[in-house]
């Protein structure tokens, strides 16, 4: 169990069994004091697992099902060879239409839905996001979509013109790919610590401060998204888009099979959607990543994989951001990003 009481394979049940106890749980209930930690404990690590196999699960269904409805392999396997619209528009249509039906579903669930004042409470920041956020938010992320449906479609023509080593057989190395499938997320998300911290100053003024100009003119488009929701997860520039899903690199220089590329996509994409979308219980809302777009300089990357533990740059509340950075400017007051100030609320976030 969770610290909220939930079991630790509830993202295998996603959506339905949190609707179901969405539902089912009293108006009494009194959700926790969400606690900043540096890391996963181990039902926490157990539920981590589970999700990384539910990306794969459902890059296996995107590979093998999808073409087969198509009456065709999938592209990688063949047609990518050439250049055509036959395969390379249902991998746009694909990720675009999934990203509605996940995140729209869920934004409309938590936010809109009947039961928006039962939940209101599980709310980590007690203010709701104005439309303009959502609005700004969906169609960054909409477009985000397109750039890693263009990172599959470069994965796919490279794997088919055997430019890209690639293993056919999921089962010729099964126990491994079964550990690899697992681990999905952790390898990921250390790929993800290492362009977000770029993406943020760094604070120095020994060697031109890189992260500074990349964190103006890139990543604040990202932190304009104060009090994300699900569509806020990966509104992002182009730039950063496109950055954060080449984390699919990571299985193809290993020539592993080509659903593990497609499942960091699909991790990329469904992590930081749930991740993102400001709740606790029923939500998959992250407090480790809430503190830092609340506070902007610290927790760069995420609990699975403990660098900010590791390089000092965790923070669990306010006073944290002082304890990492002494006189050097920093945090929420140092911080220029033109937020969506209607949704704004200091207080509830700390």
């Known amino acids: ?7 630790f394979y509830m993202p295998a049940l996603w959506p339905f069994a949190h609707i179901y106890t969405a539902l089912k749980r009293s108006k009494d209930d009194k959700p926790p004091k969400p606690v900043g930690l540096p890391y ?37 396997f ?15 249509i694909r990720n ?9 579903f869920w934004d409309w669930f938590l ?3 009947p039961l928006r004042e ?17 609005k700004h938010d969906a169609f960054h992320t909409t477009s985000a979509s397109c750039w890693a449906s263009l990172i599959e479609i470069v994965l796919c023509h490279y794997w088919a013109t055997g430019f890209f080593q690639m293993e056919k057989n999921f089962d ?7 550990f690899i499938t697992v681990l999905i997320s952790h390898i990921r998300l250390i790929h993800f610590y290492v362009i977000h911290r770029l993406m943020h100053p760094w604070k120095t003024t020994q060697i031109p401060d890189v992260g500074k100009f990349l964190y103006r003119h890139v990543h604040s488009l990202h932190h304009k998204s104060y009090n994300p929701t699900a569509f806020s997860g990966t509104s992002m520039h182009p730039v950063e888009a496109t950055l954060y899903y080449s984390a699919a690199f990571i299985p193809v220089a290993f020539g592993l099979h080509p659903v593990f590329a497609i499942a ?51 923070i669990s509340c306010k006073e944290d951001v002082k304890k990492v950075w002494g006189r050097i400017p920093a945090g929420e007051n140092d911080n220029k990003t033109s937020v969506h100030e209607s949704s704004k609320n200091p207080d509830k976030v700390d």
Not at 40 to 69: E, G, H, K, N
Not at 282 to 309: C, E, Q, R, T
């Open 118 to 134: 039962k939940l209101h409470k599980y709310k980590i920041n007690h203010i709701y996001p104005s439309m303009v956020q959502m």
């Open 264 to 314: 960091i996509i699909v991790d990329c994409g469904t992590g930081a959607w749930l991740g993102h979308d400001g709740f606790q219980w029923p939500g998959s809302g992250d407090y480790f990543h809430m503190l830092h777009h609340k506070h902007f300089d610290g927790n760069y990357g995420s609990m699975h994989v403990p660098l900010d533990w590791l390089f000092g740059t965790f």
């Open 40 to 76: 996963l404990d181990l039902m926490t690590i157990l539920t981590a697992f589970i999700a990384a196999s539910r990306s794969v699960a459902l890059a296996a269904l995107c590979i093998y099902y999808q073409p087969l409805l198509q009456g065709r392999e999938y592209a990688a």
């Open 78 to 92: 063949g047609d990518a060879k050439n250049w055509s619209l036959d395969w390379v528009l249902p991998i746009f």
């Open 111 to 113: 936010y809109f839905s």
């Open 96 to 104: 675009v239409v999934a990203t509605w039906i996940i995140c729209g």
């Open 172 to 178: 010729e190395r099964f126990v491994i790919n079964m």
């Open 1 to 7: 169990m969770a610290d909220d009481g939930t079991p």
